[in-house]
């Protein structure tokens, strides 16, 4: 199958003009010109030692914009997965087993407003469940009991950003689940009152990831095999021994 067929499926599907600006979306190669694809390998993150181990035929689909030119053919997708109704949020938001009721940030479109009818202890241990205690940290006033009525998810980076945790309580939301909290951030949401549920930012995407490739999947004009590979996180833990 022709790479650029793929590519004009995959806009239909999940239109570039979605992106938010300056996002680096689309074909990440010197050509595709007559490319015969054989397989489509979809990935969080494409990292040059991976880029030199798949085949000749292989296509990246890759949902972060890699940070050199890549040998393989590599296709991104996405603020506009994250945007698109069914996209990563949404399907975040099934994941975590919530209704999403409306957009949370209105200007970009980014994340959803979900209601809930669970308490914080029970949201804690649903959260945990799903992505590993490992991965989860909270900054929260003490009040386990306390019910979550309407939630704000942003799949990937929401919490490293001020303007969006200012948002959540400008919102009225009961606690703010997304990834990449630092340190300022949780003061701030100390501060401010305001729930945050903190997943790693590879995790909370997974569910995302795996809604991207499903959808190629059950596209019926796609005729290669299509699949999913976790490169996991882009870093190493120190174990006490080295």
Known sequence: MFANDIFNIIDELVPRSYALKNDNVGY????Y??????????LMDLLPEDDLKF???????SHHPPLFLPKTPTYVVHSNWDIINGGSNDALAYYLGLKPISIFHKQTGIGRICSSTKSLDQFLSLVCYKFGPENVRLVHDGDF???LRKIAIVSGFGLSSKEFIKLAKDRSVDAFVS????HSNAILAKKLGVTLIDVSHHIIELPGLFA?????KNNDVIDVPVEMVDTGVPWKYISADF
């Not at 010109?33 to 979809?42: P, Q, R």
């Not at 991207?212 to 190629?216: A, D, G, M, V, Y």
């Open 28 to 31: 990440f190669s010197k050509t």
């Open 33 to 42: 010109e007559n490319l015969d694809i054989k397989n489509i390998k979809v």
């Open 212 to 216: 991207f490739t499903q959808l190629l």
């Open 179 to 182: 990834g990449d909290l630092n």
């Open 145 to 147: 009991d306390k019910m």
């Open 55 to 61: 085949d000749e035929g292989d296509l990246v689909i």
